[in-house]
């Protein structure tokens, strides 16, 4: 289900956006669709996005950084899926760089378990 939505885990919501099997620039629009998004929502809420199969090229990193700055004052806590290997590096480097705190996870239910805690 690559896009982004709303769902219920345990009792709390999440917005989930996959960017499973997405090229560049659909990663792009939907990353601008989810910030809209988040934007009219206009409350705080958990977040969890799942980059498995994905690359995250220079333009996909400074839209993730753009986006998580207008949106900072609506995240509670943030997860992510599917960064691993030499995308595991480069996250880690991108959450010491920015100050964000996005947690990795192996699988989707772990991240929504640990958003909800």
Known sequence: MAGYS????KGK??????YTGMSKEEILQVMDEA????LKLDRPMLRLSDMTGVFAVSEVVEKAKSSGKITHHLTIK????GITG???VLFNAYNRFTGNNTRAF???E???DWLVI
């Open 6 to 9: 709303l769902i219920t885990h």
């Open 13 to 18: 919501e999440i917005l989930y956006v996959d």
């Open 35 to 38: 910030t809209d998004y988040a």
């Open 78 to 81: 943030r997860a992510a899926v």
């Open 86 to 88: 030499a995308k595991k």
């Open 106 to 108: 192996d699988t989707v």
């Open 110 to 112: 772990d991240a929504k």
